[in-house]
């Protein structure tokens, strides 16, 4: 005969089995559904990877001169709304192919953020990696995201490109962001990264690092990774964890705009017109420490547009800026993307909708721009 309390503790166990049942069902039916929205394109969210997360960042502030780097031979998947990449890195902590130090010119080093490393771009499809297809020279990519900021590529360029065999410098710069970046007023942005700044002290520039004791992952930043690691999970493996976030986030981008709905479009901020008298001579001062030290080589400093750069195309002060090097340093050639972008009407197809990084379409017109240039020609040995 069953007691009365086994009874009850039957009972309650089939209630759980019950609720357990029902929650299971209800998952797999969200699931179903939120993987129908996304693949049909109803809602536009990021995709499952079906990949463990990472224990460490990609992108991790450890270098101990300039910062933000990457881990050496390393791969990371990268699954967002409107691009799937894999970014592989060689022995040097470069997203690039195996490279030695020693190497026949003409050869090329790339610099500069995002838009060089190739963001969201199979590795082929770079700027960098059409150049080397198309004139069968190497073209090293120092490139990487993370907020990197002209500083940081003059610094990575001192103790790190400098010393791989080259005879041509690239650096793209992106007004957009590279004077903020590079600003250290604008330091509590990054406050915890590990990050170098040109402070201004008596009429000079002086190097200073923010966050000097912390390289990589700060304790606190350490915890929030292992508290992230189930929504990572969830995210990583089902289709409904990323809709919720895309239906939180759009919730979220509704209020933010309902509150800054009273400013005009008019002020939408772009680096080729809005930097400030301080910020360009900062960026005068980088630029001439980067010319110094590639002593006669060729430096071509290309100028990167981002959307909000196309408002208008009157000639732009961010050109002034640069003009202002080019007496005292015959080596510099001035290559302006905006220019040819903005010939054509369709100029958009060159930026993806949801960050506004170049498409493949964008990394593939830059590098059109450059294999019609007559210094990057000459400097190649293509006339």
Request: aromatic fraction near 12%; proline fraction near 4%.
């Amino acid at each position: 005969m069953v007691s009365r309390h086994n009874r009850k503790a039957r009972r309650a166990t089939l209630r759980i089995r019950r609720v357990i049942a029902i929650a299971a069902v209800a998952f797999i039916i969200l699931e179903f559904v939120s993987a129908g929205v996304i693949r049909f394109g109803f809602i536009e969210a990021e995709r499952p990877s079906y990949q463990l997360p990472r224990s460490k960042p990609f992108w991790i502030d450890q270098h101990p001169h300039f910062g933000m780097w990457h881990e050496a031979d390393t791969q990371f998947d990268d699954e967002k709304i409107c691009f799937s990449a894999s970014y592989r890195t060689n022995a040097y902590g470069a997203r690039d192919r195996k490279r030695i130090r020693k190497g026949k010119t003409p050869r090329v080093v790339m610099l500069g953020d995002a838009f060089t490393e190739g963001y969201g771009v199979a590795r082929a499809e770079r700027t960098s990696d059409i150049l080397e297809a198309e004139t069968k020279a190497e073209h090293l990519n120092f490139g990487t995201s993370g907020h990197f900021g002209a500083t940081q590529s003059w610094l990575l360029y001192k103790h790190l490109a400098k010393g791989f065999d080259h005879d041509v410098v690239i650096f793209n710069l992106v007004p957009d962001n590279d004077f903020i970046n590079d600003d250290p007023q604008y330091a509590d942005a990054y406050r915890s990264q590990y990050r170098p700044y040109l402070v201004l002290r008596g009429g000079n520039y002086y190097l200073k690092y923010m966050n000097p004791d912390q390289r990589g992952l700060s304790p606190e930043e350490i915890r929030a990774q292992e508290h992230r690691i189930l929504g990572r999970l969830f995210k990583n493996f089902t289709y409904a964890a990323n809709l919720v976030n895309r239906l939180a986030n759009f919730v979220g981008e509704q209020f933010a705009g309902s509150k800054g709905s009273a400013v005009s479009t008019n002020a939408v901020y772009s680096g080729y017109f809005d930097f400030t008298q301080a910020q360009a001579e900062r960026m005068i001062y980088v630029l001439e420490q980067l010319l110094e030290e590639a002593g006669k080589r060729t430096v071509i400093v290309t100028l990167v547009p981002r959307p909000s750069d196309f408002r208008h195309l009157s000639s732009a002060p961010v050109r002034a800026v640069l003009d202002v090097l080019v007496p005292a340093y015959p080596n510099l050639h001035i290559v302006d993307f905006r220019d040819a972008f903005g010939r054509d009407e369709n100029w958009k197809k060159y930026y993806r909708d949801c960050d506004d990084y170049w498409s493949t379409a964008g990394s593939a017109a830059a590098a059109q721009v450059l294999l019609d240039d007559p210094v990057y020609r000459k400097a190649m040995g293509l006339d």
